[in-house]
């Protein structure tokens, strides 16, 4: 394998390394105020970070051709070290049920967008089966994508021991829904448009009326109303401090049609309006503290720093959590409390998938469309399963860096 050492951290041999940049200017950022640009968005992103500048790995031997595709399908010789014990048979399996996989979404692109869209503007160079693929922590993923010394072009990266672990060798109609969903990142890394600048919002920190989790189960319904209602005032944030809805349409409740707006902030006030009353009924109605509780109490002890409607054309997710990492820390209310703040982002134009934890609850609608009893909902449900270990890791995700616009 010839030497893969790059300006950017790739190290020699078959199992690739990312190294996540400092990333300075999102930390200064926050304390700023302006988070909503610091989410996961599938647990096999963590450490995927779409502003390194890496490039492409290098890569021996003759591609493999797929049939009507522009780029094609390289295998990494050999076995890593510690790489999972992958026998060529299996670099060679993965290299075939990846090129059938595609072959079914050439023969379908209508049915993948991202896909389509990639194709339209020749984002994917080449893929790249790996024995193994991990990041500088050690962290697995079944893909990564890498930016190549072209403007506009991506690597993909694909573990071979990751397909063989969740039994797609040989099945490409099992590895189809993950590939296609990988086109999202390859899309948005290729993307080489300016990103939209924060903006900064002021907070007083000091005088955020947080509450430690004993305080906040003796406490009453319209008292922890009355101190959500302090926190919007002090802390919370329910805009997107991007702008990115500014000029945007917005959707009637239980509409799919979107509508275009009477003035460039018509959307922005809308979805302020609905997100506070959401986040209202979270606190207030005994049915969210018996059944999501986390969600209740980070609202109310400080964890949450913005929830806000977005519109992220680069991410195919509806709901997202974004949390800082353990060293942007900020310190918060009279009792000094330290936490890790988090975003809670809601995409308007995009509807649940099916693996969602508050799909039913949407009704195939797009977000911008839901009540705010729904959204109360789908946001309860969104930090009762994310912001605790998002919390715990310390992770920022790879969309963390994508700009809405």
Known sequence: MP?????????????????RPVIGTLGAALLAGSFLLAPELQ????????????????VSGEGREIPGAPFQVFLSPGTAAGGGGIEASDLD????????????????????????????????????????????????FAFLVARTKEPGRVTLLISASSLREQGQLNQPDKLLP???REFQWVVSKADTAPKAKAVTVERTLQNAPILTEEEIARVPAEERAR???????????????????????WYEVGSRAPISPTQADSATKLYDIRIREALQKIVREP?????????????????????????????DWATRTRVQPEEKAVVVGKREQRIQPA?????????AAP??????????????ALSPDQLARVIALEIQHNIQEKSLSGHTAQDALTAPR
């Open 3 to 19: 030497n893969r050492r790059t300006e950017c951290g790739l190290q020699a041999g078959p199992v690739i390394t990312f190294r």
């Open 43 to 58: 647990a096999n992103h963590q450490g995927h970070n779409p502003h390194a500048e890496t490039t492409e790995p290098a």
């Open 93 to 140: 399996a993965a290299a075939r049920t990846v090129i059938d996989a595609f072959t079914i979404m050439l023969q379908h692109r209508a049915d993948y967008p991202r896909f389509d869209e990639s194709l339209t503007k020749q984002a994917l160079k080449q893929v790249v089966i790996e024995p193994v693929v991990v990041n500088d922590e050690g962290k697995r």
């Open 178 to 180: 993950a590939l296609a």
């Open 227 to 249: 101190l959500l209602q302090q926190l919007f005032e002090t802390y919370l944030r329910t805009v997107d401090d991007q702008k990115s809805l500014e000029g945007q349409p």
């Open 287 to 315: 049915t969210y503290l018996e059944q999501t509780p986390k969600a209740v109490r980070s609202l109310l002890n400080g964890k949450i720093w913005n929830v806000a409607y977005v519109k992220i054309d680069q991410r």
């Open 343 to 351: 975003a809670i982002l809601v995409n308007v134009h995009r509807s």
């Open 355 to 368: 693996d969602d934890p508050f799909y039913r609850e949407t009704q195939g609608m797009p977000m911008g």
